[in-house]
């Protein structure tokens, strides 16, 4: 969309309700590169869909289409920073696309609590809309090149999967979210099995925390291998995951092994761009992000 | 030697239609080349292997595969939905099964905490006190603006849970 480069922001609840620093983040830097992000107000859980899509599809499609229903309201597509979220919106939109009878089951479940919904909002990611705005016109704004960082970047799941319901142009090796990365100055790092899930989705790290965290271990480990200084995310439950998984672990072994700092893209563009690193929530981390601002503020 | 033998009476046939019919319409093309298993996060960790799943599945064994916890081992990457040779929505399939097995009153604990968290609050994770503090301490509203400050959008929100049938089927069982 050029018309308009105003978004209805939804917030989701691992951003708001666990990682405010984040949502800050997102809250200065998307501005900073022309984006208006105006609030969802009443949006609810988009809803997860690990746990209450896999309980009751029709209660997961419902939930969703009143979040868009307000996007489209405020006549905005909706943008959200987290992949869980994304994923929601994108089938959902979908699965009512493809399937004119859900739609109509949806628009009267709606009708009943004061909405009319026709699925005419598309769902964006953050990052997906920052790409948009180029890596040339990122490089224009950066002040403090992240020059000598070594970033190593973790897409996710549901950014780039299922990739016939994705915007991107390549089905896998993408380089989107590296090329973002590398606008600012910093280095993308390449290290064993990047497209490997966080272990977090499917309501997997609800019940089977061990097997989560043992896949987010494995990642860790990896990027570990990479000396890399951070692991760069664009999501909030992989960065739940990340933070949680390093103090879980540490925790468990008794030592303090895993201390990768974890870092959200907007922070990470928000150093570029020359903004305080505070007001970006850098300092409100599970894990200090401490050595990776030394390096970065030199 | 004893034999883990399939009982015929174990065999659903209705239950592959049904798979079908919720959208994992390509499940009785698998060839069983095991691609799904050998992408899996989880079955490289664990005895789940999806491949079993969707054989189990395409054989009508319904209770066998709705009981088993095993279901909710997928942490829906949908890494084997992109590589499957024969194009079976493997991770859709997988999601159709649990919405079956919740039906049937399979529902691991945490998840039920969670579903009944979205029926309370709106959100499957509600703010707590020491992130309204840092929502403060960030300069942000202290409360986001989500249903978590307007009860009226939070009663929307109900309401459509009570008619969908959520509410019932997450509150109606014993607590398990």
Known sequence: MTETQTYSFFLGCVMP???PNIEKSIRIVMPELGIVLEDLEGASCCPAPGVIRSFD???????????????????HDIITGCNGCYGTFKEALHSVHEHPERLKE??????????????????????EIIYEKGTEAIKALVKRPLTGIKVAVHYGCHLLK????????QKQKHTFLDEIVEATGAESVKYKDKFTCCGAGGGVRASNATVSVDIAKEKLENVQDAEADCILDACSFCHLQFEASQMQLNKEMGE???QIPVIYLTQLIGLALGLDPDDLGLDKHVISTQSF?????? | MERDNIETENIDPEFVDALVEAGADRIRTCIQCGTCSSVCPSGRRTAFRTRELMRKAVLGLKDEVLSSSDLWLCATCL????????????????????????????????????????????????LDDANQEMRKELEMDEVP??????PDALDEVKRIMEKTGFKKLIEEEVEG
């Open chain 1, 256 to 258: 303090h092994k895993y």
């Open chain 2, 79 to 126: 890494t084997c939905l992109e590589r499957c040779p024969r194009q079976i929505r493997t991770t859709d399939a997988i999601i159709i099964m649990r919405n079956m097995a919740v039906e049937e009153g399979y529902m691991l604990p945490p998840h039920r905490k969670t579903a009944k968290k979205l029926l309370q609050t709106g959100h499957a994770v509600p």
């Open chain 1, 57 to 75: 599809e029709p209660t997961w499609l419902a939930l969703a289409s009143r979040n868009l229903a307000l996007a489209e309201k405020a006549g």
């Open chain 1, 162 to 169: 299922p990739s016939k319901l994705r915007p991107w142009e």
């Open chain 1, 293 to 298: 601002l030394d390096k970065v503020l030199g």
């Open chain 1, 17 to 19: 309700n666990r990682f």
């Open chain 2, 145 to 150: 603006p989500t249903v978590h400050s307007h």
């Open chain 1, 106 to 127: 949806v628009q009267k479940i709606l009708k009943d609590v004061g909405y009319k919904y026709k699925a005419t909002s598309d769902a964006k990611h953050v990052v």
